[in-house]
């Protein structure tokens, strides 16, 4: 059995989901959760013509919403904004059309465009110090896109046209010019795209699959077990019934074999030839080799079922 975390490994969920709250939807009319993502019941297939026809409306919308709203901000017209940037193009077939994959999620969308902003923005600086930053601006644009990359990667907001938002802010003059301003207008348009797609995509069909992580977010109860496996004292004399909330050894392993899985992202890997996908659960055979989007897809299967 190979590790789940092999050496060289790093996963910034391990540190960040327990900082994260679970999702209020409880807490929210429902219609008003449909239109965040949230389900009480399993969706139907809309077949294969529905999706291309919204995601033809939702396109046309948000690129529609983006331009015009870009066009009657005052700051953006006096700073020479461009009514678009290209990358927006890009990221409307992800989340209009690509709406299961993992890099269409607003957590990708949203974060990894103002990473890449940023990270486009500062090279683009720093470059521009030399007095020669035409000769060398085809570097500086490759070492934006490839820098922007890794840190989405190291962050888990990996999202394609993040990468030509880096690339952009670096060979393009029309966004040279803007700055550290280039970070409000994508994250402008990144938030009402969101909203387009929030209100079309979850008409017939159900956007975002999950809005930060695929994993379940709800911190387990503190008085379920104690570090050694066995039922506290409170636990027992709630049950009444000595015999009964005795575990045996075989419960106990079974426990702590649970809740090492859900520390390890509960990604199972066995010898098997065939990927088992429970709920909440995934098993995946030792000889296939996953990429993390691929792991983060089965996942989000696992909590819908």
């Not at 026809?53 to 009657?72: E, K, N, P, R, T």
């Not at 929030?198 to 008409?203: A, Q, T, Y």
């Not at 008085?223 to 050894?249: F, I, L, R, Y």
């Not at 899985?261 to 509960?266: C, D, L, P, V």
């Amino acid at each position: 059995m190979r590790p789940l975390h092999p050496p060289w490994s790093f996963d910034i969920d391990q540190y960040l989901n327990r900082l994260i709250p679970s999702p209020p939807w409880r807490y929210l009319p429902y219609p008003v959760a449909h239109f965040l993502g949230h389900r009480t019941h399993q969706t139907h297939n809309i077949g294969t013509l529905a999706p291309v026809f919204w995601a033809f409306i939702g396109i046309w919308c948000s690129l529609s919403i983006i331009q015009v709203v870009d066009l009657h901000i005052p700051s953006f017209e006096a700073r020479g904004v461009p009514i678009i940037v290209g990358s927006f193009g890009a990221a409307a077939v992800l989340e209009f059309y690509s709406i299961e994959s993992p890099l269409a999620q607003p957590r990708n969308a949203i974060l990894g465009q103002a990473i890449s902003a940023l990270t486009g923005v500062a090279i683009c600086k720093l470059f521009l110090l030399s007095d020669n930053f035409e000769e060398y601006r085809w570097a500086g644009g490759a070492l934006a896109c490839a820098l922007a990359t890794s840190l989405m990667a190291l962050t888990k907001t990996v999202h394609p046209p993040a990468g030509a938002t880096a690339l952009l802010a670096v060979i393009d003059d029309s966004l040279v010019h803007l700055g550290w301003f280039l970070v409000p207008v994508m994250l402008l348009g990144c938030a009402l795209m969101l909203v387009v797609a929030l209100l079309i995509n979850n008409i017939e069909r159900t956007f975002p699959i999950y809005w930060w992580t695929p994993m379940s977010l709800k911190k387990a109860k503190p008085d379920a077990v104690d570090v050694e496996g066995k039922v506290p004292p409170k636990a027992e004399s709630d049950q009444g019934n000595d015999t009964e909330s005795m575990a045996t050894d075989h419960d106990v392993a079974e426990l702590e074999l649970a809740m090492t899985a859900t520390q390890h992202s509960r990604v199972t890997i066995t010898e098997e030839t065939e990927i088992l996908i429970r709920r909440g659960h995934v098993i995946v055979p030792e000889h296939m080799q996953l990429r993390q989007e691929e792991l983060d897809w089965l996942r989000g299967l696992a909590n819908r079922l």
